[in-house]
């Protein structure tokens, strides 16, 4: 009835006029709820939402009994706010957030050396290399986060302007494989690696920085998203095959971001060398 052409052939005159201006209002509704800025744009929502909350936050900083929190965090836990209460986003959040962050510390503390590079495939706003920013606040720690789209670039750039640490970031507009490229130009390697960007790329790109021996010893490599939307063929890789000697990998059960119901999963993998 909702979606024959004409309702009133299937349900004379009357009502079938009547299905009809309903079927107008709630086509009317769907692109009212469309066009609202946290559907349409949920980036840019959510943007606005931290811009905005960071203005109460330094009022509160300047008054009477300022609070220890940074802008850092500040920034972070309104992104998270944004994610819980109004729009969906698809930054790691705040749960599987808490899995990226040990991984850090995993590797801070077991070494080996010091870690000297971050990189994160897949800026979108900003909010998964906040995270990185804060575990990794020693100043010589260099943090590469890359995303080919430029919006993605505009808005990342703004966040970590509010969060105070743009200054920390050196941001690519550039594809994973053409920055892999370049850091085996410049004879860099990896000692973190954040894999969250195009699913379809994770195994092909993870074997690439192998290749280019772009991947220092005992670097750890965090994938996001691997059971949703999933990344059945590198999880496989690293479990059952030519990885399983390559990597030393724990897959950790979670949830998709923001929401609870929809499982997912994170795989933390050690480079063996
Ligand atoms: C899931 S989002 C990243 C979320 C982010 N890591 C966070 O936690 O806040 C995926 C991003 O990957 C980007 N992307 C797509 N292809 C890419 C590529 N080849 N290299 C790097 N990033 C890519 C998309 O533009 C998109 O913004």
Redo the contacts with the bound molecule.
């Keep these: 009835v909702f979606f024959s052409p004409d309702p009133k052939l299937l349900l004379g005159a009357f009502v079938g006029r009547h299905v009809q201006i309903a079927r107008n209002l709630a086509g009317i509704f769907f692109f009212v709820l469309a066009i609202k800025p946290e559907t349409a744009h949920p980036q840019l929502a959510a943007l606005e939402h931290v811009m905005q909350g960071m203005k109460a936050y330094k009022e509160e900083a300047s008054g009477p009994g300022s609070s220890a929190v940074t802008p850092l965090d500040r920034a972070i836990d309104l992104v998270d706010d944004f994610g819980w209460n109004k729009g969906f986003l698809?930054?790691?959040g705040d749960v599987k957030g808490k899995i990226l962050d040990s991984a850090v510390q995993q590797r801070l503390q077991n070494g080996p050396g010091k870690l000297k590079l971050a990189v994160?495939?897949?800026?979108?706003?900003?909010?998964?290399?906040l995270r990185l920013a804060r575990m990794l606040n020693q100043s010589d720690v260099e943090i590469i986060t890359?995303?080919?789209?430029v919006f993605?670039y505009s808005l990342s750039s703004s966040l970590y302007e509010q969060a105070q640490v743009r200054d920390r970031i050196t941001m690519k507009t550039d594809?994973?494989?053409n920055v892999f490229a370049e850091l085996k130009k410049q004879g860099k390697q990896i000692d973190l690696l954040?894999v969250?960007?195009?699913k379809k790329?994770y195994l092909s790109d993870v074997k690439l920085a192998v290749e280019s021996g772009i991947l220092a010893k005992g670097c750890v490599v965090v994938g996001?998203?691997i059971r949703s939307p999933g990344a059945p063929d590198y999880k496989k890789y690293l479990l059952e095959g030519e990885g399983k000697k390559l990597f030393s990998t724990e897959v950790h059960k979670t949830h998709v971001e923001y929401w609870p119901l929809w499982p997912d999963e994170m795989t933390v993998s050690t480079f063996l060398g």
Excluded: K, Q
Aim: charged letters at 20%; zero cysteines; hydrophobic letters at 35%.
């Design positions: 698809i930054n790691v994160e495939l897949g800026t979108f706003l900003g909010y998964g290399t890359v995303d080919p789209d993605a594809y994973s494989y954040f969250d960007h195009v790329l996001d998203n």
